[in-house]
């Protein structure tokens, strides 16, 4: 029978648990910095749930819109009820998908943090 390996001790295991600490760490820096981007002021919610309720609304949208925290529409679409149809006209409006918050996020790292955290809830 072949023996299991032993566990870690020492040095090995000082490194590891300093880098799960660490992992931590690091993981915690970037919820509160999502957490932060997805903070919108009560007046900018209602203004976007305005303009993704409908196509006339929409087509009434400033493309060029930023808020405080560096937030494009294509940002804003992604977390406050736009749609794929949205998606699309911004984008085609020139809005890119790369570009990053002042946090340092995309629209989709935006829309997969709420996606996780609604599941979660």
């Known amino acids: 029978m072949i023996n299991p390996t ?42 976007l749930k305005l303009a993704f309720s409908s196509d006339e609304a929409f087509q009434k949208v400033n493309v060029s819109y930023r808020t405080e925290k560096g937030l494009s529409l294509l940002h804003l679409c992604c977390v406050c009820g736009g749609n794929k149809a949205h998606i699309r006209a911004l984008m085609l409006k020139g809005l890119r998908p790369s570009r990053l918050s002042r946090n340092g996020f995309t629209a989709l790292h935006l829309a997969a943090y709420k996606v996780k955290r609604m599941k979660e809830q």
Not at 29 to 40: M, S
């Open 6 to 47: 032993p566990p870690l001790s020492g040095p090995v295991q000082l490194c590891q648990n300093e880098w799960k600490k660490k992992v931590g760490e690091s993981y915690s820096v970037i919820i509160e910095k999502l957490e932060d981007d997805l903070q919108l002021k009560d007046s900018e919610l209602a203004d």
